[in-house]
């Protein structure tokens, strides 16, 4: 039976920014996708060919599970995640409601470290496949209004780092991709509207010209496109006119 797609590609958040970017870009290579995020609809309308999209909640882990399975069973196995999903909900630290921390540390982390449970496994036994988180420069140095978010992206950082070492005997490469600000729906989730408007200024200070989702899901694929031997640990990007 000839295959007529290159390997399978796991995207979680591809209802949106980067992952929809990064869903697009693969797609124009010729992968076969498994596309992940709460709003199904979004992800139906890119319409892309050999792409199976699931309304999965990365926080539960068994659907999760379930979802790369049923994806490998359609496609082959898994050859790279991009753990891409994630939230931030900025807030001033002895005003914000703790159910905002909660949120970030389960999709950003936990969320992450399900899409690790259910692809590395595999990934080890076969001695090869790429697992890609996505942090931030949040994952590197702290902002202002930012700390629980900021603590979520330094363990998105420090797990990664962790990962890599423990899978580089298997073959498996792990890789960091830690953007600046990027042009997407991520800052439209805070609920406090004077930290919105503070970050839409910092934005504006750059002349508007922040990273766009393109730009990251380039990074995202050139380092998925090295050869199996070359692992990049880490890529940071962000607007040239971004300072911090
Ligand atoms: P968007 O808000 O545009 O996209 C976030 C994606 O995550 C959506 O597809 C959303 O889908 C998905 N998501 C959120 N919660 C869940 C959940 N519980 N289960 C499954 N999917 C979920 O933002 P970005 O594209 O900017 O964000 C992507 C990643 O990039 C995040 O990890 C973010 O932290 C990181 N990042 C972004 C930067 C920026 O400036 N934009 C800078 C640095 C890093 P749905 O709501 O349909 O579930």
Redesign the pocket.
């Known amino acids: 039976m000839s295959v007529s797609h290159k390997p399978l590609i796991v995207i ?9 970017a990064t869903a697009r870009l693969f797609s124009a290579h010729g992968h076969a996708l498994l596309l ?4 199904l609809e ?1 992800m139906q309308a890119l319409d892309l060919p050999n792409t199976l999209a699931l309304p ?4 539960d882990r068994a659907a999760l599970t379930a979802a790369v399975q049923q994806a490998e069973q359609r496609f082959g196995p898994a050859d790279a995640i991009v753990n ?5 909900l900025l807030g001033e630290i002895t005003r914000q409601d703790p159910t905002q921390w909660d949120q970030m540390l ?3 982390v936990k ?1 992450l470290l399900n899409g690790v449970y259910a692809t590395a496994k595999g990934m080890t036994e076969r001695k090869r496949g790429s697992i890609i988180n ?5 994952g590197r140095k702290s902002f202002p209004n930012h700390v629980a978010y900021v603590g979520s ?1 330094f363990a998105v950082h420090g797990l990664s780092e962790n990962l890599r070492e423990e899978l580089s005997a298997h073959n498996v490469r792990v890789t960091t991709i ?12 805070t609920t406090d509207e004077d930290i919105k408007t503070g970050y839409q200024a910092w934005k504006a200070e750059m002349g508007g010209k ?2 766009s ?1 393109e730009d ?1 899901a380039n990074a995202i694929h050139y380092a998925y496109a090295q050869p199996e031997g070359v692992c990049i640990r880490e890529i940071v990007l962000a607007a040239t006119r971004q300072q911090a």
Not at 56 to 59: G, L
Not at 84 to 88: D, F, K, L, P, Q
Not at 134 to 138: M, Q
């Open positions: 979680t958040g591809a209802s949106s920014g980067i992952g929809l992940l995020a709460r709003r979004k999965v909640d990365v926080t891409n999903a994630g939230v931030m389960d999709v950003n969320g996505i942090s931030s420069v949040a992206k830690a953007p600046g600000a990027v042009e997407t729906e991520l800052l439209g989730h922040v990273l989702a990251v």
